[in-house]
């Protein structure tokens, strides 16, 4: 979905190992198509993985990822902002988790 939506070939570096690409959207239920911004960062390190088993038990498991391996980290975000794309990245790091996340 993340290639799908953008519009740009190349990401565009935001500072602070994020980089960002934008496109137009326009969802069911929207009065009209909006800015999206798609924001990324390279995950540095091991990474935990939680599931259930078929008993309903929650498992944590830690994934060693590779070297050559890119494991990224998105955040999308729709707004009517016109600030160039590279400054997103500072803005969504002022703003923290105070946004609403949304969850596939």
């Not at 953008?6 to 969802?27: D, F, I, M, V």
């Not at 050559?68 to 794309?85: I, K, Q, R």
């Amino acid at each position: 979905m993340i290639e799908r939506l953008s519009t740009q070939r190349e990401w565009a570096n935001t500072g602070q190992g994020w980089q960002a690409k934008e496109s137009l959207l326009r969802l069911e239920g929207w009065s009209r198509q909006r800015r999206v911004i798609i924001l990324r960062r390279r995950v540095k390190g091991d990474l935990a993985i939680s599931s259930n088993e078929t008993s309903g038990q929650q498992t944590l498991s830690f994934v060693d990822v590779g070297a050559g391996v890119d494991v990224y980290e998105y955040s999308v975000l729709a707004t009517s902002l016109d600030e160039e794309l590279v400054s997103f990245g500072q803005l969504y790091r002022d703003r923290g988790d105070s946004e609403n996340i949304l969850m596939n």
